[in-house]
């Protein structure tokens, strides 16, 4: 069975060391709560209950699946024990509003808890995963009277919460949505529909589920200018707030898929089901973006943790693994053979896991401070900021650590040889689940349109500007740091060219707008990895002080590492850069028939 | 359910018109059989059966898996009825010797159609697949008597074969094995041990099963140079050759797996089996060799088939699904959103596909005639080039299009989206299937080190030569050709770059064996997209021949396909050139401490 410690070490060099999270906490108006004892405590718990608790589950919980039985979901053996488990131990409100009995801590640390989480059971995890989605989407749109019906008991964690959006026939684009809304003489509406593809559609865990619904009312405007929020119950809440009567709302069926096998996909039917109005008629678009952009977060969040997951089983396993002897003989002639990690390969293959897993962390844990800036920071010019950088690092969070969490999964695999293959080692499992992350809440595509598009082009780069500086003004102040020049000098080069680039693409989507999806995904992808050398070159800085103290080992490791990164995968933007600038030429000259010519005959 | 059609046009493109197969056949001693009437009808044939015959069978398979029951297995329902048309057709004969009963026509043939196989039910493919590497080691290697007892049977199909080296410590490292072979008074020998991951170990296709088995001698020597290589047969043959008694080798138990669930992936229980040496003793190696070199060209053309199965269904999705309008205005106005190959980054993906479908058949086709020649030519200077060129070739079209393999099935799941994580769609099998293809028969990394260390740089660089010479003399022809600038001109740098980079790892590797692994991996895949870059600077030169002809638009097509991979493939190139420079030093720093200081504490 696979084993997991969470990387604690690592979490508090990035949060303690690099960015000074202690401070960043005490500015925050919850920072009292979230000093450094506390901090830690609830991490090393949190790592505790994922290790001792979620661990143990993940593998049955894929094997056994969900069961849809008399219109009831049951999910695997334990994962209802472990969820009150988790309710008990009070981390559904960790990072909560104390308003709704959250315990007002800030979200950066429920962000550390949730790459514990999805490295030990991503399948259980997205059970109290979808309730932040449909708890933002209430604390910001939601009346008095709905946050206190529905959203304090989404936050004690008694009842859950999804996000009802895709039909059968529209995924990214919502405006297609059929779902109908029927407003009746109560005030409350009547949604009937079919939604797809919602995960933790029902299931046995906790005794409410609140349905978070897009959906159409009478006369609304075509596409998505016409799309509604509604709150929908499984259960009617009672005069006290319980679960009453069912509403008419049922799972249809579950989906078989590839991985995440102990989460249900469900198809929900709804019936004349009653629904709430969330938010102002016909701008549910908004409010469904509050709750897309806290689940993009969290998918970046699983990214991270499968590639710890697989990073760390990798490891033991090319430790232990005796194959072949070191192309420059033995490394351990007591043996029949070397274990595998002397292989340069091999270690090429753990190195990746291993800087992706840093520099992900790196990047969850910057992009938290943005989060804690915004939900919890005064109004002015640094919230604005963290605005700005929250917005424009959200989709390469959530496309880019997907993208390299599928890549290092399978590195795991591979690391395993053949053995990686066999669903007893679980490698293989950890690779089906990260196949769904970079296709829920906006496939890599729809990341990559929003950065470019969205958040890039449409502020005329202003918005890359913010993040660019930043990396300009980190480079001018380490241009004499010769220590630090391997990592300055390309830095430097590959922030000036990230501009370059952009305002390429710029000129050209000015000529025609296809342009912009011709490049994108490199462009995120590009992103990424210049986003990635920033980071690495900052916890470089941070090591080379470090380095003659009384913890040499880690932080040449994470030099070593840095170094790694520099030299082995951030040379990936070479052939990113040269894609995006290739253009929309070869792309869109083909007709639609001309694609199958070599078949279709 | 997913479709296929054989791409027969573009089959006939790259053998007809890119490398003169009639010619080449015509050459071969078995050439008049092989006249383009026989190639045609074959592939047509051929064609029909994997389409209507194992199409159909695939994702019951898969779902369904094999069957162990009373010590015997099963395949799934419908598998061994295909295995009976398979062998009354006369399939599994095809290239195979006259004088064993073989119809004696090119193996390049046959590899057209293992990709149809492997394009449309990889899992049942393996049952006759694996006879291939069986037969060739008994063709090579067997006596007269183990030949007329194994081998006809091997050819006709009714009885199949298998490889048995993998064991439960060792699997790369086969110096390692403890299968005891004794030898007893009848010059036979009592086989003792456990193999694992056997495909097509144990089942209900064909009667019998004859096992190559690795195993060692007593007093053997020590490692690699101390295995033997046997014939074990399922069920002992009786005087008339018919299978008898049972002999002492079952399986043990069936292998859970990622993908390839319709193949029994076999533990083997060899108790003191009967068993007859092939091959001289302790030379097993060398014959363990010979069935490799054929079960990784295999291995290789399964890559090419997934790809083409994915690429297929990709095209048809994308053609149908409705999502969103074109960014630069609505294409399908008529409809309620314009179907999703409007958008140019759906049209990367299937760029994608489409470019490594049809460069991976120009790969194996190229590969293919070097085989032909290899096994059917004459003696002399053209022969000993075919087996420089199919010795350097055999690890690229092994690892290069497993590796790209596995990221078209991928993408066919990202064009899918949410749908293509689903298993009803198909795609994800595709991706399921696929993913062993990178493992067995040698992982990348071993390709890896048999291309830079065994074949490039043991020769001096002498075989690169053979290749890269033929590639400037391409480039030199049609260097003032025109309108081919913008493939020559980019083709003739790499070229002479692959040179440089060749020279540059053979000099470092000379202070340091371990610069070697290091590289090889990035110098395998950039040695991929060069070799492809060159095959699609020949089709491309072929279109421009072909343009003002009768199927102007498939010759148009191509050559779009062409430069798409020129500028949207090609540049991967790029960063492999600068990985591959990078060197040992990254990877080599750290202790196996020190990769676990994140998280060990």
Known sequence: MPSYQAPLRDMRFVMDEMFDYPSHYAALPCGDEASPDVVNAILEEGARFARDVLLPLNQSGD????????????????????????????????????????????????????????????????????????????????????????????????????????????????GL?????????????????????????????????????????????????????????????????????????????LEHKMGIHGNATCVMNFDGAMGYLVGAPNKGLACM????????????IQG?????????????????????RALSGAQAPEKVADPIIVHPDVRRMLLTQKAFAEGGRMLVLYTAQMLDIVEHGKPGEEKERAETLLGLLTPIVKAFLTEVGFECTNEGVQIFGGHGFIKEWGMEQLVRDARITRLYEGTTGIQALDLLGRKVLMSQGESLKVFTKEI???????????????????????????????????????????????????????????????????????????????????YAAKLNTARFYYQRLLPRTKAHAQMIQAGAGSLMAMSSEDFGLGFEI
């Open 472 to 554: 300009h003004k980190f480079c001018k102040t380490e241009s004499d740091n010769p220590a630090l020049k391997e990592f300055v000098e390309p830095l430097a080069k590959l922030n000036a060219e990230w501009g370059e680039l952009t305002m390429g693409v710029g000129m050209k989507a000015m000529q025609d707008r296809e342009e912009v999806g011709a490049a994108s995904v490199d462009y995120l992808m590009y992103s990424g990895y210049v986003t990635l050398a920033y980071l690495f070159a900052r916890a470089a800085k941070q090591s080379l002080v470090e380095l003659e103290g009384d913890d040499k080992a880690f």
């Open 63 to 174: 094997e056994e699946g969900c069961l849809l039985e008399g219109g009831e979901v049951k999910a695997p053996q334990g994962f209802k024990e472990a969820y009150q488990q988790y309710v008990e131990g009070g981390w559904p409100s960790l990072a909560a509003d104390p308003e709704q009995g959250g315990q007002g801590l800030p979200p950066s640390l429920a962000m550390m808890l949730s790459e514990m989480i999805c490295a030990t059971n991503l399948a259980w995890g997205m059970y109290p995963g979808l309730s932040h989605g449909a708890a933002d989407a209430l604390r910001h749109h939601g009346t008095d009277e709905q946050k206190e019906t529905y959203l304090t008991k989404l936050v004690e964690g008694v009842w859950t919460g999804t996000m009802c959006l895709t039909e059968p026939h529209c995924g990214t684009d919502l």
């Open 304 to 324: 991270l943790g499968l590639i710890e997951a697989s990073f760390q089983n990798s490891l033991s396993y090319a430790r232990d693994r005796l194959q072949m």
């Open 177 to 253: 949505i059929k779902t109908r809304a029927v407003p009746n003489e109560s005030g409350a509406y009547a949604i009937t529909g079919t939604k797809i593809f919602i995960s933790a559609g029902d299931h046995n865990l906790a005794e409410n589920i609140v349905h978070l619904v897009l959906a159409k009312l009478p006369g609304a405007p075509e596409g998505s200018k016409g799309i509604s929020l509604f709150v929908v119950p499984k259960f009617m809440p009672d005069a006290q707030g319980n679960p009453g009567d069912r509403n008419g709302v049922s799972c249809g069926s």
């Open 289 to 300: 973006f509050t709750m897309m952009n806290a689940a993009r977060l969290g998918v970046g």
